[in-house]
């Protein structure tokens, strides 16, 4: 049955994000909205949706090792697999200046998150303060790429343009409200089965959420990456990325912790303790992946104007590596202890 729980959720999840996005975009396009607001917002934050719902459901039931660990091996997955298999499929050229903002402002997000992390501080304060530097980021993105234009803005209206959605305003509205429900749906069921999974194999929740639900709430960016590769557009793909990772940790977290404060020393199992104090449910290697994956999407595109394929097998290789790590199948060193 949790099998089936897991598999379901992941299908509602790719299937109703799919749909809230469409939807969406269908309506702002029939509100005049411009395809630099929709790829700048809605794209970015729509492809976001499933990690969003499935981190509050999981918060909600006390399965904070699944929210955290579904946001950070979202943005993990995003790099090292996603945007890996499209290099694979075809080299992505990439505009240096077109991302150099966005890329800042990912790499800028990833260390507060790291920074978060250590003294644990995922309190109502600490998501307001993430949720309003998204505000800003969005504000001074919008107003930055309208009234200067350049390579970013170019991107960004690519992003929303990507998108083929042209519905009625009603039937929009409906696509959008039912890819919503189906994201709900498949969140509980994946959470719900997920949850089940790790006690009936006594894998810890954080281990769960690091891969299963991570790779599965990743679904819509390797769906659309994807396709991009194969069209030959896969820069923008690299936008849709970047910001998804953006929104992952600054919104998701954000308003995960606003709505329902939560605490990553949560591990107290035997293995985990260390002096009777419970330690953080985020390893060190998970905080290395993350940041490495994060300086090397940036340092790939910004040093040859291009992710090659050899680039692209890297970036797979430090996912495969990962997983090993994760799962114990490479023996590791701890040089960054649990905090």
């Not at 109703?16 to 934050?45: D, H, P, Q, Y």
């Not at 790429?145 to 970013?152: I, L, N, Y």
């Not at 997920?194 to 990743?218: M, P």
């Not at 999407?297 to 290789?317: C, D, N, Y």
């Amino acid at each position: 049955m949790m099998y089936l729980l897991v598999l379901g959720g992941l299908v509602f999840l790719l299937v109703g994000g799919e749909a809230l996005v469409r939807g969406s975009v269908s309506v702002a396009r029939k509100l005049n909205i411009s395809e630099l607001v929709i790829g700048l917002t809605l794209v970015g934050f729509g492809t976001s949706v499933p990690e969003l719902v499935t981190s509050l459901q999981a918060v909600e039931r006390d399965a904070v090792g699944i929210a955290v660990g579904n946001v950070i091996g979202s943005n993990i997955a995003n790099i090292f697999l996603v945007l890996a298999i499209a290099a694979l499929i075809a080299p992505i050229a990439v505009h240096p200046n077109a991302i150099l903002r966005d890329g800042a402002v990912m790499i800028g997000a990833t260390m507060l998150l790291c920074g978060l992390l250590w003294f644990d501080q995922f309190t109502r304060v600490g998501g307001f303060v993430l949720v309003g530097l998204l505000i800003a980021y969005l504000g001074f993105s919008l107003f930055a790429d309208q009234t200067r234009g350049g390579p970013s803005a170019e991107l960004h209206k690519a992003e929303g343009e990507t998108v083929t959605a042209q519905y009625g305003l009603a039937t929009g509205l409906l696509i959008a409200a039912v890819g919503l429900a189906g994201v709900v749906a498949g969140a509980n069921m994946l959470v719900t089965g997920s949850v089940s999974l790790a006690r009936s194999f006594g894998i810890s929740e954080t281990v769960i959420g690091l891969t299963i639900v991570a790779v599965g709430t990743s679904l819509p960016e390797l769906a659309t990456t994807i396709v991009a590769a194969y069209r030959r557009k896969a820069d923008v793909a690299i936008g849709n990325i970047i910001g998804s990772n953006i929104f992952n940790i600054l919104g998701i977290l954000g308003i995960t912790a606003l709505i329902q404060p939560f605490s990553v020393r949560g591990d107290t199992s035997a293995a985990a303790m260390a002096g009777n104090q419970p330690v953080s449910m985020i390893s060190g290697t998970d905080v290395g992946a993350l940041v490495l994956a994060a300086v090397l999407l940036v340092l790939f595109a910004l040093t040859g104007r291009k992710i090659a394929r050899w680039e692209g097998g890297v970036l797979l290789l430090g996912y495969a590596t990962y997983m090993g790590l994760t799962f114990d199948l490479i023996p590791q060193i701890n040089l960054i202890p649990n905090v």
